[in-house]
Structure formats: C-alpha cells, structure tokens
C-alpha cells in the first residue's frame, strides 16, 4: 500500500529511533496482515507489548543497545533508556525503562529463533555439537596427525561476582525461566554428584575454608592433607559469617570451564553454596563422556581434588582414560614446593607452556557484569549471561590463531635464549639430558617423603610410655589418698551430721578430695590393665625398670626421636622454602618477603626444636629465627647433616645444577608447545576450508527459501573472520623456525568431498602469496567473498518479513 494512500487498516504509534529521532510514524497495514505487531516488525520497529502495543522501538536502536551490551556487559538497559531520553530531549521517566526492557526481552528471543533455525539448517543443531566442534584446534581431529600426550586440555575454577540476591515471595513478578542455554548444566545433574564421596570427613574444597585459629594447622600447615595446605595461602572465604551470607543469595556465583584457547565448554549455576566439590565433578562428568581420553584438567586446588574424583564414582573411568588434574600457574606458585614438583605445568609432560590462565581472564571480563544481574530476575540474569558467553566465545574464537601465532613464537624464542646457555652449562658441568631427568625424578622422591618418620619399635616405645604414665599416675593416686587422709580430725569420733558442727563446715573440702582420689585411683587401675596386658603380649617377664637395659635403651631412642622429628620437621619446611625463594630467584634478597604461611610454621618448628634440642644430652645450640630466615641455600643450613637424609652431595642440591634443571625442564616444555600448535594451526586450517566449502553447498540449496537471507549473513560474517584468522595462520607457516605442515589436511572419519568452496580458494592463494616473505606483517585484510557491501540490519526486517507471510 502506497503511504500516500492510506488504507482503513493503517495506524501511527510513537517510536523511538536513536537514530532518526523520529516520534511517531504511520504503519502501513492491509487487510492480509491484521495484526499490528507483525506490521511493526515489517516496517522496521517492535512493539514493547506483544499486543495492542502503545510504543514501538526501531529494529536498528535495539540491535545498536545489543551491541553496545556485548562489548560493555555493565552497560544497563536503565543507562540506555535515559540516553534515549536524553537524545531526544525529554525528561527521563521509568516506564521508558520498563518498554525499553519489553521490547529488547522479544528482540533477543527473535535473534533466539533466527539463530536456532539457521544452526538446524546448517546442522548444528545435534546434541553437544558446540563442545564438540566449537574449538577447531581442540576438536578438529585430522588423519595421520602425530598423537599429542594429552588430546585436550582444559581449565576449570568458581567465581562469586554472578550472585543474584534471593528473592522475596512478594517481590517475585518474572516467572519466566530460561532454559535454552546450551552452557549451563542443569541443576539435577550437578546434584547428582552432591554425596559422592561420603567416606570422606568432608568435600576436597571445604579445605579452602579451614579454620584460621587452628593452632596445629597454623604452627604446621603441611600436616594436613595436601590440598588443605596449598590452598590455605588463598582461601575465597574462611570464617562462619562469610559462610552464612550465602543464604541471602539465590544463585552463590558460577563455576566455569574453558578449554585451553578460552572457549567455553561448561556452567554451573552454585546455589545457596560456596564452591563445593559437586560442581567441578559434574563437569569433570561430561569431560569423560564426551571429550575422550588422555585429558589435562587444571583447577587451583588440582592437587586435592584429585582425591576426591578417586573417591568418587568417576575415579574408575578418570584412571582408565588416562586423564589427569593439575594446578593452573598462577596458583600453582602459592602450593608448597611438594606439591609444585607433581602438580605444576612446568614439570608435567606434554603440558607445554600453557598457564591455564583462561579462567582468571573470564572472571576479570564478566565480573563486570555483577551490577546488573545482582538484583536481576532468573530470567534475566540467565538472557544476560548467556549473552556475555556468546560474545566471549565469539571473541575467542577470533583469537584462536593469534594465541597460537604467539605461543609458537614464545616457544621459539625459549628455545633460542634457552638451549645455548643449557649447552655451556652440560659442557662445563659433564652432564647429559639423562642425567638432568634422572635429578629432576630424584628431586621429586626426595621432597615427597620430607619429614616422613622411620620405623622402630612402637611397642618397646609404648611400653616404657606406660609405664612412665603408670609411674605418675601412682605418685597422683598416693598424693590424693594422703591429702585425703590428712583430713580426718586427730579426735575423729563418729557423730550424726546435726550434732557435728565442725565436721560439717568441712564437708565441700573433703568431697573434692575424695572426688580426686577416686579419679586418680581409676586412671591408676586403667594403666596397670594396660601394662599388664602389653607385658602379656610382648613376653616380659619382669616389669622393666629405670635401670634396665632395655628401658634405657628405649628412653635415648626417645629423647633423639624427639629431637629427630622436631629436626625432620623444620628441615622439611626449611628445605621448601629454600627451593621456592630459588625458582622464584629471590634468595639472594636476604629478605623473608614471600611465603608467609610457611614463615610463621618454621618460627614454630624452630621452637620446637629448640625445646627438644635442650633435652639431650649433651644438650644442642638453639636456633634463631633471624638466621635461619636469611639462609640462601642448603650449604648454609648445617643441621642437615643430622637428619636422616642429608641431601648437600646431591647433585640436584646444587644450585649450578637447579638452574641448569630449570632451562631444561622450560626447553622441553617449549617443544611440546611447538608440537601441540603444529597440530592445532593445521586443525584449523583444515577446519576453516571444510566450513567454507559446508557454506557454498548449503547457500546453493537455499536459494529459492525464505531462510536464505539469514543463513547468507551469518555465513558472509563468519567468513570475516575466518579470513583474518587464515591471514594469522599464514604468518604461523612463514616463521622461518616453522616445522609443521603448512597445509589443510583431512578430518577424521570424513570423505574428502572434492566441493568448489564460494571464493575460499581464491582467499587462500591470496594469504598464501602475500607471506611467502614476511611471516610477521600484522597487516590484516578484510576479504569479503560475496560482495563489497555487508547487510545490515535490514536483512532482519526481510526475513522476518518473508517468515510472517509464510505463517
């Protein structure tokens, strides 16, 4: 219908167009077309109501504020709305917010719909196809490819900046749920891992919130199990009052996993709870089902969780899949020495250079996002982080040939600085690699069994215990029945309680004396039980005695005993804390700036043993806190020299030999990330050209459908970015240390379909030409296949149009 002749079914509605500032247009009806909110839509608006709508919002302003959220997740619909208000001059009021809100929550439940129909076009729309696809140089897995240790590498960790207040049943008016995020897990599965390791006095992660005042775990962290002192130097929450604030919180935060370029592959809501161990389980759940074997997790408490999947129901399929957990780099430095030697990428096999810092990247972006969902619905809280994983994932996604343009360069320069240096070194020295591994292997035996005790006679030590409790106990028992029967009266004469005024008096005396004299003589006939049923089973015949040989014997034993496991002890933590001031080469400080956990245990140790060091004979020179603090290495520490195990000939204890260790132990990991990015660069080469030529087939089958026009946007805008990622993968293959194949190759378990991609090649002869001799410009062209002029946000109009008309 022309707009100069009106029809009977036309009507004006106010809009709001941000970029036009128009205030109110016609809209343009007939009579196949009654409703006025398919009107709206084909004349570029929406409605803020589905029905009888008072106020339409401009297709291009609501696709403008997604935009604007996508790269600015703060960015409030509230802030929008007055910028609207204020483009347009008026007065901010709320109801602009609330129609503001109407209308983007269908907008984006439109692009919801375009989106699902172009991935069933397409074929994307199987079960898990994103886990399964959405990371090329994860998932893209190619014939005759070298085999890497571990097939996938991935990141997992809990975050509380996604916490949504409970509440109130008053305040509740959005009932609505969101339920087609592919992201999160549902909360039914991650409850089924709630109770999984029963047997256990209480989940891996409770560790993280242990006690601060304990005094045994605070003189001596490392007595607990691993996991609770290596995460004890970076608890998320500690006392009871941090753990009953989550009550106020519906949803506590999210526990996310990335794989290791960043793209996301699980979320769990955590509900009214800290970071239990039931949410990494469940992820670690779907990892064995669908991610197959040989798998590298790293969590920042990797080296207790470890336990808990071996005592849960997934241990079985976690060891027989050859997967493993580990601690990410960042935290991994705050573990003890110990724990860093097993768990820290650095020394793990096939780990690379990868820090497993993905996590720490995508709570630093999405914590921005905590002002806008705190107080948010369900509803909306979900639409919006929903929306922030898209656009990270999207952004990752780019990213992916850059962050292997850049490991493979980091490796290569390791390599280059490294490898001269390590090779003076084993020619000074005299060493081979065999001999560094053989050290490293030793260094890890060695710190694994510090201040481990040897095996004597615990029966002989028992008995004399005893019998020195039995000694004691007899001195108490006489002492009470003497004080006891000190206080009968010399002219005691039995007199009822009524005639005798003076015994009364005295009465709440002498029952506490009797109450002690029975106590002791109870403990006193306990121990005699107890000597003479160990005598029983040990054969002695006669009850030893100070004098005896075999008494004096077990007391010296003792005595050093004391003495060697106060020793043990403080050479255990001294030794850590001597390694770790190394790696981190600040030894030489002189300044006790690091680890403070650890210096607050070896002043309690060094107290101990100075208490056990006074107790020889001849007694020991005590320690002092000062000296011991500025130690640099182990020749300055001479009481190992009386430990079991003195380690100061060892060549691994050397420091000349640590740091050759340690450009080693870099060089290997930097040619196992050579290795794995020669494997990834091609994956998604093969993966990019393979979805090219998927495009061409499927456009060429829509051509005549209503559906063309969006599933042609979503190509043209994917091919974009495909050819900026093929322009880094062509800087990859002309590194003049490359040693990959330089190449598509064929994907497993495909037929390789010989398919004119539309345009691909000409695309990838252009790449391939323009770094023939310059792997390292960063220019990037944007190449566009189907034409100069993008679509814009008319293409929407069109479809939904042609949609309407075929309903």
Same mark, same amino acid.
């Given at each position: 219908m022309s707009p100069h002749s009106p029809s009977e079914y036309d009507f004006f509605i106010p809009v709001v167009d941000i970029f036009t500032l128009d205030t109110e247009v016609l809209i343009s009806r007939d009579a196949d077309c009654l409703s006025p909110s398919a009107a709206l839509v084909r004349a570029g608006y929406l409605g803020h109501v589905p029905h009888a709508p008072s106020l339409a919002f401009s297709l291009h302003t609501l696709e403008h504020f997604r935009l604007l959220r996508a790269r600015k997740p703060s960015f409030s619909i509230e802030a929008f709305a007055k910028v609207l208000c204020d483009s347009y001059r008026i007065p901010y009021q709320r109801r602009y917010r609330t129609s503001l809100s109407g209308a983007f929550d269908t907008y984006l439940a439109i692009l919801r719909g375009v989106d699902k129909k172009i991935n069933e076009i397409l074929g994307r729309d199987t079960p898990n196809w994103r886990i399964l696809n959405a990371c090329p140089p994860c998932t893209y897995e190619l014939e005759e490819e070298p085999t890497l240790t571990f097939g996938r590498m991935y990141v997992l960790d809990g975050g509380n900046s996604a916490k949504r207040m409970a509440e109130g049943a008053r305040n509740r008016g959005d009932m609505r749920e969101y339920t087609e995020s592919d992201y999160l897990l549902p909360r039914t599965y991650v409850d089924k891992f709630a109770n999984e390791v029963q047997s256990r006095n209480s989940d891996a992660l409770d560790s993280l919130e242990a006690n601060d005042d304990d005094e045994d775990t605070e003189a001596d962290p490392t007595r607990r199990n691993i996991a609770s002192d290596c995460s004890k130097n970076w608890k998320a929450a500690a006392s009871?009052?941090?753990?009953?604030?989550?009550? &106020?919180?519906?949803?506590?935060?999210?526990?996310?996993?990335?794989? $290791?370029?960043?793209?996301?592959?699980?979320?769990?809501?955590?509900?009214?709870? #800290?970071?239990?161990?039931?949410?990494?389980?469940? &992820?670690?759940s779907k990892v064995l089902e669908l991610l197959g074997e040989r798998s590298l997790a790293a969590y920042d408490i990797g080296c207790g969780f470890a336990s808990t999947i071996r005592s849960s129901s997934l241990g079985k399929a976690f060891k027989q899949q050859g997967c493993r957990i580990c601690v990410d780099a960042f935290h991994g430095y705050a573990h003890n020495y110990a724990c860093q030697t097993k768990n820290h990428p650095n020394g793990i096999q096939g780990a690379g250079i990868e820090d497993f810092g993905a996590i720490e990247r995508f709570f630093s972006a999405s914590n921005a996002l905590a002002p806008v969902i705190r107080y948010a619905t369900a509803y909306r809280r979900s639409i919006f982080l929903d929306l922030f994983y898209k656009q990270w994932d999207d952004d990752?996604?780019?990213?992916?040939?850059?962050?292997?343009?850049?490991?493979?360069? !980091?490796?290569?320069?390791?390599?280059?600085? =490294?490898?001269?240096?390590? +090779?003076? %070194?084993?020619?000074?020295?005299?060493? @081979?690699?065999?001999?560094?591994?053989?050290?490293?292997? =030793?260094?890890?035996?060695?710190? %694994?069994?510090?201040?481990?005790?040897t095996e004597w006679d615990i029966h002989a030590m028992t008995y004399v215990e005893l019998l020195q409790k039995l000694r004691d106990a007899q001195t108490c028992a006489s002492d009470t029945s003497l004080q006891f029967i000190s206080m009968v009266p010399s002219d005691y004469q039995f007199l009822p309680p009524s005639q005798d005024v003076s015994y009364s008096t005295n009465v709440s005396a002498t029952r506490k004396l009797e109450t002690h004299r029975r106590y002791h003589a109870e403990c006193l006939d306990t121990l005699q039980r107890e000597v003479v049923a160990l005598e029983v089973k040990m054969g002695v015949a006669h009850r030893w005695q100070p004098t005896s040989p075999e008494y004096q014997e077990t007391m010296k034993y003792m005595a050093t005993?004391?003495? @060697? $496991?106060?020793?043990?002890?403080?050479?255990?933590? &001294?030794?850590?804390?001597?390694?770790?001031? !190394?790696?981190?080469? &600040?030894?030489?400080?002189?300044?006790?700036?690091?680890?403070q956990t650890r210096c607050h245990a070896i002043q309690t140790a060094i107290k101990k043993y100075n208490d056990a060091a006074s107790q020889l004979h001849p007694p020991r020179p005590p320690l002092e806190w000062s000296k011991v603090s500025h130690y640099s290495f182990l020749e300055e520490f001479n009481l190992l020299r009386e430990t079991r195990q003195d380690i100061?000939?060892?060549?691994?204890? #050397?420091?000349?030999?640590?740091?050759?260790? $340690? !450009?080693?132990? #870099?060089?290997? $990991?930097?040619?196992?990330?050579? =290795?794995?990015?020669?494997?990834?660069?091609?994956?998604?080469?093969?993966?990019?050209? +393979?979805?090219?030529r998927h495009f061409a087939r499927v456009l060429s089958s829509l051509e005549e459908s209503p559906l063309y026009f969006a599933v042609q946007e979503f190509c043209k805008d994917r091919r974009l970015v495909n050819s900026q990622l093929l322009d880094r993968i062509f800087q990859i293959y002309a590194l003049s240390s490359f040693s990959g194949v330089a190449s598509p190759g064929l994907r497993k378990g495909r037929v390789d379909l010989d398919v004119e991609g539309d345009g691909m090649d000409g695309i990838l002869a252009g790449h391939q030409h323009e770094h023939e001799h310059d792997g390292d410009d960063e220019t990037i062209e944007m190449i566009d296949d189907e034409g100069d002029d993008m679509q814009d946000i008319g293409t929407l109009v069109e479809y939904l149009s042609d949609l309407a008309l075929t309903r």
């Open positions: 009871d009052e941090k753990k009953r604030m989550w009550s &106020i919180f519906d949803e506590t935060g999210i526990f996310v996993s990335t794989c $290791r370029h960043g793209l996301l592959l699980w979320v769990a809501d955590m509900v009214r709870s #800290r970071e239990l161990a039931k949410y990494p389980l469940a &992820i670690i990752k996604y780019l990213n992916l040939a850059t962050m292997i343009y850049h490991n493979y360069k !980091q490796s290569i320069n390791i390599i280059a600085s =490294e490898s001269l240096a390590l +090779d003076t %070194a084993k020619v000074s020295l005299g060493i @081979q690699d065999g001999d560094l591994e053989a050290w490293c292997q =030793e260094e890890i035996e060695y710190i %694994a069994c510090l201040g481990k005790e005993h004391t003495y @060697q $496991r106060a020793l043990d002890n403080l050479q255990r933590l &001294i030794v850590q804390r001597l390694f770790e001031l !190394q790696k981190l080469n &600040i030894s030489q400080t002189g300044k006790c700036f690091s680890l100061r000939d060892k060549m691994w204890a #050397r420091p000349v030999i640590c740091e050759t260790m $340690r !450009q080693w132990l #870099r060089i290997q $990991r930097a040619k196992e990330e050579i =290795e794995r990015c020669n494997v990834e660069v091609r994956r998604l080469h093969t993966f990019i050209v +393979d979805e090219d």
